[in-house]
């Protein structure tokens, strides 16, 4: 399963004296699977980065921590005292700002900037330590919130169990006077965003690092695909290679023909063209089942959306009526497809009917692996799956060829092998 990342950053107790600066700060976190199960009692490998002036920036610090959740979910260690070549007492805290960067089992959980460093670390780089220690006098109560210990806990309470609805929190927080309200637009500090506020915030920042040049996604192995924007969509500009599912589980790899034709349509697998992973790997993206690209979601015998299966998380298989979106911005069936496919015949077959490529989505013909494990269609047809399923249990492709610049929905066994290529959410 994948893995919810609920974190926090105290600064550390140990050494918390005027002459003895703590080399390290605490990190929390409590981890919760897909489901929003806790994840309990489990080893798990957490590895830091510091990164400086921006998220993306120079990686200043790493280190790794091997350590195991509580029964709640919990992990608790010091940033600063993990296993690491680099050394923690010679970063500058005065030249911030800095970001920290988390991933749990080689999954990248997010990069969040460390707004507030802590003030010994701080104090030690500036070398104004004695001279400006602060002096705690209160609670700063100007937000007129007013919260009591019963309160928290019953709040801690609702946030374990999880059995209410965003509207219970709504009326629990109302009920203490912090009134709290669920916007679309919030204008106070202790206003709660919609989702849907916040999709609009996420695409916004996709769109602006895809017009900074940031026009690239990573999957769990590690390869980059571009990517193109199409009308109000964004699509990989690639085919998929990736051989692991999201949570880290490999997919099954199929080389030889005797076990592609003893596949049901209960096998997640995945394979290269003619069985040569060197030959056609890096250009034509690897073949997969139709269930081994939706993760053993079983087929919905309708037009289901939003089903991410094999695909980089914000990221999902498109339905047949995104492929329409797609198609019907270009112009229709019968022209779209010289709109997507590679121009030329470098990879393409002679004549490559229509081929401009004029969206950038290029198209590859990466051929197919049949149920009887015979390969065919390399440089002839790109044959590419959809989430969507017939009444027969037949999934969709969506298909061009060489001779036309048709793109045109086709369906096929679910265990045939064919490309992919992912949509944004």
């Not at 707004?115 to 104004?128: D, E, F, I, T």
Request: aromatic share 12%; charged share 20%; glycine share 10%.
């Amino acid at each position: 399963m994948r893995i919810f990342l609920i974190s926090s950053i105290i600064l550390a107790l140990t050494g918390f004296l005027t002459a003895q600066i703590p080399q390290a700060f605490n990190y929390q976190a409590v981890l919760r699977n897909i489901d929003g199960t806790i994840k309990s009692n489990e080893s798990v490998a957490v590895q830091i980065i510091i990164r400086h002036l921006t998220a993306d920036g120079l990686a200043i610090y790493l280190e790794i921590h091997n350590t195991e959740t509580t029964e709640q979910g919990l992990i608790n260690f010091q940033i600063g005292q993990g296993i690491t070549s680099d050394d923690f007492s010679l970063i500058d805290w005065s030249m911030g700002p800095y970001f920290l960067e988390i991933s749990v089992n080689g999954v990248e959980m997010g990069t969040s900037q460390l707004y507030s460093v802590p003030y010994a670390l701080y104090a030690k780089s500036a070398g104004r330590a004695e001279e400006t220690d602060p002096v705690f006098s209160g609670w700063d109560k100007s937000s007129g919130i007013s919260i009591t210990e019963s309160q928290i806990s019953d709040l801690g309470n609702y946030i374990e169990t999880e059995t209410q609805s965003l509207a219970d929190v709504a009326t629990i927080n109302n009920s203490v006077n912090t009134q709290l309200k669920n916007v679309s637009d919030p204008t106070e500090a202790q206003d709660a965003v919609t989702k849907a506020y916040v999709d609009v915030l996420e695409r916004r920042i996709f769109e602006l690092e895809f017009a900074l040049g940031q026009d690239t996604i990573t999957d769990y192995d590690g390869n980059y695909y571009k990517v193109v924007k199409i009308g109000e969509q964004f699509w990989m500009a690639e085919n998929l290679k990736v051989t692991h599912y999201p949570d880290g589980t490999p997919i099954p790899l199929i080389d030889n023909s005797q076990d592609w034709e003893n596949l049901t349509t209960e096998h997640k697998a995945f394979c290269w063209y003619g069985f040569d992973s060197t030959a056609h790997a890096q250009i034509y993206g690897a073949l997969y089942t139709w269930i081994g690209v939706m993760n053993g979601v079983e087929g919905t015998y309708a037009n289901p959306s939003g089903i991410q299966g094999i695909c980089p998380d914000r990221w999902h298989i498109p339905s047949e009526d995104e492929w329409y979106e797609l198609v019907n911005y270009l112009g229709g069936e019968s022209i779209a497809g010289g709109n997507l496919k590679e121009a030329g015949t470098t990879h393409w077959n002679t004549p490559n009917t229509g081929a401009t490529n004029e969206t950038g989505f290029t198209a590859l013909p990466g051929g197919r692996c049949k149920s009887r494990g015979v390969f065919d269609g390399i440089g002839e047809y790109a044959k590419l799956w959809t989430s969507s399923d017939t009444y027969s249990g037949a999934p969709y492709s969506f298909v061009m060829e060489y001779g036309s610049s048709e793109v045109y929905r086709g369906s096929t066994i679910s265990v045939e092998g064919n490309s992919l290529r992912c949509v944004k959410d």
